[in-house]
């Protein structure tokens, strides 16, 4: 009882103190994003390598070489990046525990609510839920929001479990009207989140914002009820149309007391899970959070996906580049200590086909730069294979040795992991061994999510000592 009634002080505390995050496109034309098709090589966007090499000299700031930079302008409480987001004025500890990063915009579905399913990575006493009209091009209306528990079974469904819907609110209001270009962070919500559980986020759009921001690629089932506010409902009987997108939502933290802060994966389809088992979340970032659930408490970080299906280093692909989007994806979550990088197969394969390797080298130099300056330690993948695929070149070849060469040369990154020599084919290095790729040469079944997981050194994520990078 005395937890109890403690608990509850504490989140009124917080509801005095959280406000809205808001993030600031500095571009016109965010639905130009979208529209690529999935490890597209499309061509848009980042400027000349030689004004980033320039960049990499001086120091100058990134934001006036990028096409597309997202500014991250913070009122309230939200959790200082690259800390652990500790609430200094009550010691209490928030983490984030689910990302999906914003991916492109679909049709608006108004007078609807659509239930997202999303997988947490670790849990906590209560949560915070982030929405987003980031990729929309008028202000968008949220009649309601809810979170709950998802109803376990198989298959899984839109049903939440008896007792666990609760409201949603910003800054104590059940509705909303988010600006377009502006992502929402809500007030604590009073719900018990276990780890490596499903929780259903559903969301009420009352009339016709305009298109809908979104990631495209969910691998699982989402749910729509077409007519009317059906945040409320424990059943899932209204929800009778199916979709493999995640609406709006684009994070879940959670209240703890971990001092573990969380992993942020920044990469493309890999990363997102192509060629995984749908709705398994068996995604390598889910098979991380799986082997480190191993940890003791105060050293398990929660994982957060930062995967865009076609997304390049250097470029647009689908959605924008990596550089461009470090403040939304990474900077602006919650206790982010660690970064693993594991990108830059779609600028290789892709149009223009690159031909100098620094170009990769200096890019990702600038993302550790970025990060350091945030006090996050950054751990670079090397790339992975993909002969046999369509878009395989011996240029392009030659090029991810090179690349992988700079990685393994110890003097990019904080820490590297080897994620090519793991999977590749020892009698055909250029491809990926048989045993992990489900058919396309690029992307990982779910034995090969799994070894990508395995490679990962669980200490070289959250250091002990007071450096978190060198």
Known sequence: MTRAITLRRQLVTLVALVTTLV???????????????????????FGPVT??????????????????TWSTVATGFTGTPGSTGTDRST???????WEAAASGTAPA??????????????????????????????????????LALQLPGAPAGPGAVPGTVRPVTFGGARSLTVPAGRDVVSDPVALTVPADASLLVSVHTPGDSGPATFHRSALQANFIAPGGDRTA??????????????????????????AAGSVVALGDSITDGTGSSFGANHRWPDRLAERLRELPPERRPGVLNAGISGNRVLREGRGPSALSRLDTDVFSRTGVRTMIVLEGVNDIKGSPEPTDPRDLEDAYRLLV?????????VIGGTITPYGGHSAYTPAGEAMRRAVNDAIRGGRIFDAVVDFDATVRDPARPDRILPAYDPGDHLHFNDTGMRALAGAIDLTALVPTGAARYR
């Not at 004004?51 to 070489?65: C, D, K, V």
């Open 369 to 377: 730069r970025r990060a350091h300056a945030r006090g996050i330690r």
């Open 109 to 146: 579905l108004p007078g609807a609510t659509v239930r997202n399913v999303v997988h947490t990575s670790v849990g906590g006493r209560a949560a915070r839920v982030r929405l987003t009209n980031r990729l929309g091009t008028g202000p968008l209306q949220l009649g309601s929001v809810t």
């Open 233 to 258: 409902d424990e059943s899932g009987a209204a929800y009778t149309t199916t979709v493999g997108n995640w609406y709006y939502v684009t994070g879940v933290d959670v209240l703890g007391s971990s």
């Open 23 to 45: 993030i600031t496109p500095m571009f016109t034309a965010p639905s130009a994003l979208a529209e690529a098709e999935p490890d597209s090589g499309s061509s848009s966007g």
């Open 91 to 97: 010691g209490i500890t928030w983490t984030g525990t």
């Open 51 to 68: 004004a980033l090499r320039a960049e990499n000299r001086t120091g100058a700031s990134h934001a006036s070489h990028a096409s597309n």
